[in-house]
């Protein structure tokens, strides 16, 4: 069963409560498997001629309507503060945006922990401070509507003025949707109440909708605070877009220095991340990967830490359980649910091969686009890449870092990854940073309505 075949299996109509005309579809719409695509990096030069290309656009942005239904190509747009304010939106609107997204991601780069060679003056040039104003993202299940909805979104831009388009990226996976390093990619995502959909297995409950579409109650019983006026914030959300470069030569030079046995190699790349390259989760499958448990979505998120305390079967510091503690005993106090993120990953390059090398990073364009989706989003990650991927006092462990996506720049534990066992502990060391940061943005997705406010100048009576 495929993933909107799945979802469509959990959608229930009449449970929905949220304006899913005015929502955009990318928010709620998991990719296709297999899925292509393209990002865009664009920059207003002129505020007229900028908002005419947000207008024409906005008649193109898929809503979340038919959210759970197949659908060959969506196209999700969302803004930097930059951007909005290049837009020509008042300075009033602009200052009841959360700080941090005023900003601007390379003006937090200390929050982030994108220090060395993840700071902002090593970024790509498209993604320096300040650059990109509008980020467009286009998925779909087959070239074909790939092709179909860039040539849309060309076409929009070529009878727009006042807008440049930077950059494009491609990129795309197999229907085994696996990340640069081999491991199937984005297994456990949300549920959202009042999205139409019952949790899927593995799940206690659906996370309050406020938590990822501004307007709506959270966790807390309230709305958080919305971008003012209402017409621009009322059901937007926010994002973070993070683009790495990853260095999978690098990962499988260091697990050969650790084993020349290529099952055992494929043993402690498990350990790091803590799921199997096929998905299957360490704590339902400890000892062998389970190709049959990966590939079905009912069972391959069906699981506690609970039994698991100790962190005999999934190490606490894998880079699975530490971005989704779910009900692990944390050493530091934290409400998992409001840090639960709706991932939009993408990869790009060339599919994982065991016979990449070191030498072959620089030679070939290969990574991930880290996207997520919050109405915390600033705040969760830079909670999650100072707490859970850069520290491990929340687990007891000190300094040591998310195996997989830590920057190891500045590691005083030289590289540690402790793998709990019986009689004693076993630390590797000599991990060193296995995605390097190309450069992001803080953005901010409207809804389709607000779309077509800033396209219209709505702050105009």
Not at 295 to 319: I, L, Q, V, W
């Given at each position: 069963m495929g993933r909107l075949s799945e979802l469509r299996a959990r959608f229930k109509r009449e449970h929905v409560t949220l304006d899913l005309d005015d929502i955009q579809g990318v928010i709620l719409r998991s990719r296709p498997e297999p899925y292509v695509g393209a990002h865009a990096m664009l920059h207003v030069d002129d505020a007229v001629g900028g908002r005419d290309f947000v207008a024409r656009l906005a008649d193109h942005v898929q809503s979340a309507k038919d959210w759970a239904e197949d659908l060959e190509a969506w196209t999700g747009v969302a803004v930097s503060h930059e951007g909005l304010k290049a837009l020509g939106v008042p300075e009033a609107s602009l200052k009841s945006f959360p700080l941090p997204f005023q900003q601007g991601m390379a003006a937090r780069a200390l929050q982030l922990v994108d220090n060395g060679l993840n700071a902002p003056e090593h970024w790509d040039e498209a993604l320096t401070p300040g650059t990109c104003h509008i980020a467009l993202t286009i998925y779909a299940a087959n070239q074909a509507a790939l092709d179909t909805a860039l040539t849309t979104a060309k076409d929009v831009l070529e009878r727009s003025s006042g807008v440049t388009l930077l950059a494009t990226h491609p990129f795309g996976v197999d229907?085994?949707?696996?990340?640069?390093?081999?491991?199937?990619?984005?297994?456990?995502?949300?549920?959202?109440?009042?999205?139409?959909?019952?949790?899927?297995?593995?799940?206690?409950?659906?996370?309050?909708?406020?938590e990822f579409i501004l307007g709506e109650n959270s966790e807390t019983g309230s709305p958080l605070g919305i971008p003012e006026p209402a017409e621009l914030g009322r059901n937007g959300t926010y994002v973070v877009f993070r683009k790495f470069a990853s260095r999978v030569g690098a990962f499988n030079d260091y697990l050969a220095s650790q084993t020349t046995d290529p099952d055992a190699q494929h043993e402690v790349a498990a350990k790091m991340f803590g799921r199997w390259r096929s998905g299957a989760p360490l704590v339902l499958s400890p000892d062998h990967d389970d190709?049959?448990?990966?590939?079905?979505?009912?069972?391959?998120?069906?699981?506690?830490?609970?039994?698991?305390?100790?962190?005999?079967?999934?190490?606490?510091?894998?880079?699975?359980r530490r971005l989704n503690p779910r009900d692990s005993d944390l050493t530091i106090m934290t409400d998992v649910n409001i840090k639960r993120i709706i991932r939009r990953s993408s990869t790009y390059g060339p599919s994982w091969s065991p016979e990449v090398t070191v030498a072959d990073d620089a030679k070939e364009d290969r990574g991930i686009y880290f996207v997520f989706i919050s109405a915390r989003a600033f705040d969760t990650i830079e909670f999650m890449q100072q707490e859970w991927i850069n520290g491990g006092n929340f687990v007891d462990l000190g300094p040591e870092r998310d195996p997989i996506v830590g920057n190891h720049d500045d590691d005083e534990t030289d590289g540690r990854f402790t793998i709990p066992a019986e009689p004693a502990r076993t630390r590797i060391n000599g991990i060193t940073t296995f995605n390097r940061m190309a450069g992001g943005e803080y953005l901010f997705m409207p809804s389709v309505s607000a779309l077509h406010w800033i396209g219209a100048q709505g702050w105009v009576s």
């Open positions: 229907e085994q949707n696996k990340n640069p390093f081999g491991f199937r990619d984005s297994i456990s995502q949300p549920t959202i109440a009042g999205s139409g959909v019952i949790p899927q297995p593995g799940q206690e409950r659906t996370i309050a909708a406020g190709e049959d448990l990966g590939n079905d979505p009912a069972r391959r998120n069906d699981f506690s830490f609970k039994d698991d305390p100790k962190g005999m079967m999934c190490p606490h510091s894998s880079h699975m």
